[in-house]
């Protein structure tokens, strides 16, 4: 085996709309024509609207690539962290549910006496 292995197939799997995706960008964004672009800061935390693979020149290939409403473009899913949800988090909101509807009260319907 050589040193540099033969890069893997895209896997768009990893990533589908409806996702959460972290920022791990921290160096900005540019523009295909060369100019500095707007995006993700670090840290920020968007709704992945839709996954293309594309052309990448920065890699000379194929890309995953990230759309998100608030943004033009796509942008370079490695830049990106999936966020998944955690068992805690829906096991806490289940329980606030069930909380919040025990606390409702029932009405019964009103008869009117003909």
């Known amino acids: 085996m050589g ?4 890069q893997r197939a895209i896997d768009a799997e990893l990533w589908q709309p409806g996702d959460m995706a972290e920022c791990l960008n921290d160096e900005g964004w540019w523009r295909v024509d060369g100019e500095p672009g707007v995006g993700p800061r670090r840290g920020e ?4 609207s839709k996954v293309v693979t594309d052309y990448c020149e920065a890699i000379d290939g194929l ?3 990230l759309h998100f409403e608030r943004y033009k473009g796509g942008f370079y899913a ?8 955690s068992a805690d988090d829906q096991i806490a909101a289940e329980s606030a549910f069930t909380n919040l509807i025990r606390r409702q009260h029932v009405r019964s319907p009103v008869r009117v006496a003909p």
């Open 45 to 48: 935390v968007r709704l992945v």
């Open 63 to 65: 890309a995953l690539f």
């Open 3 to 6: 040193l540099f292995r033969k």
């Open 78 to 85: 490695p830049c990106f962290r999936k966020i998944c949800p």
